[in-house]
């Protein structure tokens, strides 16, 4: 679903969000409150300038409008793979983002996230898994690596990730695998705007996706390795 279209099933054909380049901002109104909405399309890879574009936008809306709700619309490669984003620090401005979209968080904005097309590796863990929670559409493609990347990563064979992508989620791409393992709380289907109401009125504000995985059968062990860490601090 293209940008333009999703914003207009959400917000109506007055919806208030603009296109610079790759780079989605605006401010919407929905159910009469108003609502930040930044993001991406066309697939974009996030740099710096990018990065940090999105970042403005969160501590704007933190400084001037206290307590609004912030909606992050996803659609991103991955992190800007180019030389002079690695030099300028690409580590830190992803970083910066993400902390932004924390302190928002903290500050008591409910922020969701949403992948209406694709979310790859860095682009995605600094934006819609920092948010109270992500949702997706359900055509969306989600994943961190392809199976021969990550086969080059761990040294295994593809074949074996391939037989374990068949029944472990965390070895596996697609938004189902990533609604099991919690860190895609539920997809949005037919009504989005109800999507989004039911977001806004009912999304928890602790992090419950390592319940949710377990709860799931997708991360079977995370919530209870956490627990056990927080029982021996």
Known sequence: MDW????TRLFGEQHGITADGDFLHGTATFDGAPV???GTTGHAPIGVKLALAQARVVMDTLVNHPGRAILLLIDTQGQ????RDEL????RAMAHLG???DLARRRGHRVIGLVYDQALSG???TSGLIADACYALPEAE???MRIPAMARITKLAPEMLEALSMTNPVFAPGVQNYVAMGGVRGLWRGDLAQGLRDALAHTPTEDTR??????????????SVVQRVLDAA
């Open 142 to 144: 989600i994943r961190v």
């Open 99 to 101: 902390m932004c979209v």
């Open 80 to 83: 800007q793979l180019r030389r």
């Open 210 to 223: 390592a319940v949710d995985g377990a709860e799931r059968g997708g991360r079977r062990l995370a919530a």
């Open 123 to 125: 682009g995605f863990i």
């Open 36 to 38: 930040t909405v930044v």
């Open 88 to 91: 300028l620090g690409i580590n």
């Open 4 to 7: 333009n279209t999703l914003a």
